[in-house]
């Protein structure tokens, strides 16, 4: 589509006697004295400014000051033809249709939330959001290439960058909580990757490579807002995690982001949608080969069919994410998955009996569970929460309540809203118990944590 050249801004620029240049010098240099040290615009970005392109925000803004003061008067980006555009509330919700319009929403809603917009904040969940965007992501069909023809080379090294990043949040969010980081990752989406979608240069198969990190990411963003409770601005991100998978061609992640979403479904009480994501996940694993996922999107799907209350199909379910985990080795095992060992499927286990109400099988699992890497720290909280309720059901209240201790005692250092959940479960099943001592003491200690 033919964009209409700018021609308020080019007369602005003319009056205000700058050169391209210069402009984007001084757009970047302010940028960094608001706390943007991303901006690298060049004379390039100015050009194609004027020739009708509508920079990202908070770019019209910054402009806007810096005629502001060169000119002497009050000038308001509408003035340099780049009215603030509003944003929309369902932003994030939507499954676009093309590749442009994905980077377009995808790094809006990073730049919203970094601004902390309310009606992001105060988002809830909503079921045809991700129903839709599950629809599309396995009917859509081959869309134009990924590349960028900005004026900033996009190699390895930056998309080596966006992995490594990720990885080390994903570290600090297993031992700390998502609490305790995620601002730092929305910022760095907004201010180094952002860039890098919208006015990098690069090819197809770098294209892909990149959307597929800044995919990574955004799903952990995502992950990481469950993790708070913030369940509506969670599931915007995993729709947004998505369609970056999808446009990297990328269908085990779009597999695993698909999982992801199944287990928000979970655990909000929605377990027929996540039946309905839980499947979809293993569409995409089946074509991807990556066996992992395939056996995590089964027990999902067992996971729903537990709280469904449908013993026979929860059974077959299970039998089928053991059977695909015993064939992990043949496919693809991508870094994204590394955390689904035996000890992760034996939790899901546990899950399930515990919703089915089997104490024993609860118990059983939820010891294997416990044989897992030490820097999942907030994952062996969840683990241990769930044997101290498989204990309760199997009548050893003492030991549930050794057992309930030792999971307080790693809910303390962490910034989980989830484990504060957990907190609160088991103390809704100590309630017929609460007096004896133990549980009393169990209680008074459990209360202090979620007070806070």
């Known amino acids: 589509m033919q964009r209409e050249p700018n021609r308020s801004l080019q007369r602005l620029i003319v009056e205000a006697g700058f050169t391209h240049k210069g402009l984007a010098r001084r757009l970047n240099d302010l940028g960094a004295a608001r706390g943007l040290p991303g901006l690298k615009y060049d004379h390039s970005s100015v050009l194609r400014w004027i020739a009708g392109q509508r920079p990202r925000d908070p770019v019209p803004g910054l402009l806007a000051e810096i005629f502001a003061l060169r000119l002497g008067r009050p000038v308001r980006p509408d003035d340099l033809g780049l009215p603030v555009a509003s944003t929309p509330p369902d932003l994030g919700q939507e499954f676009t249709h093309t590749w442009q319009e994905g980077i377009t929403t995808v790094t809006a809603l990073w730049r919203a939330d970094v601004e902390r917009r309310r009606f992001l904040l105060d988002s809830t969940f909503a079921i045809g959001a991700g129903s839709a965007g599950a629809l599309r992501w396995l009917t859509l069909p081959h869309e134009e290439r990924p590349e960028g023809r900005g004026s900033r080379r996009v190699g390895t090294d930056d998309i080596t960058a966006i992995r490594e990043v990720t990885r080390s949040f994903g570290e600090l969010d297993n031992r700390f909580g998502g609490g305790r980081i995620r601002e730092a990752v929305v910022k760095y989406l907004d201010t180094a990757v952002g860039p890098l979608l919208n006015d990098g240069s690069y090819t ?18 995502g992950w990481m807002a469950y993790d708070l409770e913030q369940h509506g ?25 698909l999982a992801g979403m199944s287990h928000q479904a979970i655990y909000i009480g929605q377990p027929a949608h996540a039946l309905d994501l839980a499947r979809a996940a293993q569409l995409s694993a089946h074509r991807a080969a990556v066996f992992a996922l395939l056996s995590e999107a089964h027990v999902l799907e067992a996971h729903a069919q537990a709280l469904l209350g449908d013993r026979a199909a929860c059974a077959r379910s299970l039998h089928e994410a053991e059977l695909a985990f015993d064939r992990r080795a043949a496919g693809d095992r991508p870094q994204w998955i590394s955390y689904f060992d035996e000890a992760y499927l034996s939790a899901k286990f546990a899950h399930c009996f515990r919703d089915l109400g089997d104490g024993p099988g609860t118990v059983r699992h939820a010891r294997r569970s416990l044989e897992m890497d030490g820097r999942y720290v907030r994952g062996r909280m969840f683990n241990l929460s769930l044997l101290s309720a498989g204990l309760l059901a199997s009548g050893e209240l003492h030991e549930a309540c050794e057992v309930g201790g030792q999971a307080l005692e790693l809910a303390r250092g962490l910034q989980s809203v989830r484990t504060r959940s957990y907190v609160t479960d088991l103390r809704r099943r100590l309630d017929p118990y609460a007096a004896e001592r133990p549980v009393a003491e169990l209680n008074e200690r459990a209360r202090e944590l979620t007070s806070v």
């Not at 197809?204 to 963003?221: D, F, H, N, P, V």
């Open 204 to 221: 197809e198969a770098t294209g892909q490579a990149l959307t597929s990190a800044a995919a990574e990411l955004t799903r952990l963003a």
């Open 233 to 257: 601005l969670a599931q915007r991100y995993l729709i947004q995690a998505l369609r970056l998978a999808r446009s990297a061609g990328d269908h085990g992640l779009g597999g695993e982001i």
